[in-house]
């Protein structure tokens, strides 16, 4: 019923307007009185910890995603190589797991069959897990040896919104703790990190409040027959995590990209008026930025119709972007949790406006209990 989704007309769009509370329960209580960061169900020893020197994330789908931004936080704060596998590859291609092996799973539900085979995999050879977890109980942080859990709350839709972004905040924790514990170098940033994590919700709601311009950008969409996805760095899984959803519930074909990889094939299906969503990294003083405004020229150039999405202020990508929505300036490590929220918006509402069931859709199920 329509109150059970607080008067919206899907559960995936409830879920997406519950986002900020949601990023916001799952970063409480995080911090201690000594203003040191703790995680009260990660079960393994800050000795366990220090041994570690290989860590493998693996998840399925939306959280394979959270995966790949994990990756990048986790080596860049704390320095120790992290592998992103699909849980579904994992086992067959004898992965090199040992006792000083930490395998992360994330899993929304806890019941993914993938994601628990791989862990049980990985618990044979040793190697210690942790899970991060939105299903209080489930399965797979039962069979783990720790776990962060998320508060998201409990996500109905089938396409993962809010599951999503408090698995980018969990894995933001982890990596801030693991360099607490190791006593990384960049030790001293953790509290600011922190601090920023907190902004987060209300950067969420500003984007959310916007959700009017996604919603008439989506309607001028109705009959496009492909749309591409450009990212780069930690927006390079949001533009994989924007093409998810549109696969998912708008039926509609879409890829996601790594911006420097479309010379290397991609840049072929560009055609005149080919939708591109492009993810624009905050301004830095790296050339992160620079080159995937030269991206966004190239496929302009041939024809595509920009559709981008940059931080605040960010006057460079206007004379490029036929369609421009501004983000709030937030570190490129953090964009993700602001930069795939209009991408959901937009899937949401082309989905629905294309007459689908958004929060059923078919062929799908919301955990994937078998192999
Ligand atoms: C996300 O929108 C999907 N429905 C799907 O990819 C999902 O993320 C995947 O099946 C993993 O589920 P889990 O997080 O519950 O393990």
């Not at 994330?57 to 931004?69: C, E, Q, R």
Request: net charge negative.
């Amino acid at each position: 019923s329509a109150a059970e989704k607080d008067g919206h007309d899907w559960f995936m769009r409830k879920e997406i307007f519950e986002q900020p509370r949601a990023v916001a329960d799952s970063l409480l209580g995080r911090r201690g009185e000594d203003g040191l960061l703790q995680l009260d169900e990660m079960r393994l020893s800050d000795q366990d910890l220090r041994d570690i020197d290989k860590i493998i994330i693996i998840a399925a789908g939306t959280s394979f995603y959270a995966g790949m931004v994990a990756k990048y936080a986790i080596e860049h704060w704390c320095r120790i190589p992290v592998e992103v596998e699909l849980a579904s590859e994992f086992r067959y291609r004898d992965p090199i797991l040992t006792s000083d092996t930490l395998v992360v799973a994330i899993s929304q539900s806890g019941e993914t069959a993938d994601t628990l085979q791989a862990i049980r995999h990985a618990r044979v050879q040793r190697s210690k897990v942790l899970a991060i977890c939105n299903t209080n109980g489930s399965t797979i942080p039962r069979e783990s040896d720790g776990v962060i859990y998320t508060h998201a709350g409990p996500e109905i839709g089938v396409a993962s919104t809010k599951g999503f972004l408090t698995q980018l905040v969990a894995c933001y924790l982890l990596a801030l703790y693991l360099a607490q514990v190791k006593g990384t170098r960049f030790g001293d940033e953790i509290s600011q990190v922190m601090d920023q994590l907190e902004q987060m919700p209300g950067h969420v709601q500003t984007v959310l409040d916007k959700a009017d311009e996604v919603y008439a950008l989506a309607r001028d969409h109705v009959d496009s027959r492909s749309v591409l996805f450009l990212g780069r760095h930690a927006g390079y899984p949001v533009a994989l995590e924007g093409a998810l959803k549109l696969k998912e519930i708008a039926y509609l074909h879409a890829e996601g990209f790594a911006a420097g990889e479309l010379k290397h094939g991609p840049i072929a299906l560009v055609e005149e008026g080919l939708p591109i969503l492009c993810v624009v990294p905050p301004r830095g003083r790296d050339q992160l930025h620079d080159k995937m405004i030269s991206g966004i020229q190239e496929v302009r150039a041939r024809g595509a119709r920009t559709l981008c999405l940059a931080e605040e202020g960010d006057t460079t990508i206007e004379p490029y972007a036929d369609v421009l929505f501004t983000l709030p300036q937030v570190p490129v490590l953090l964009q993700p949790l602001v930069a795939v929220v209009p991408l959901q918006l937009f899937a949401c509402e082309l989905a629905s406006q294309l007459g689908h069931d958004v929060d059923q859709p078919r062929n799908l199920a919301k955990s994937v209990t078998v192999e």
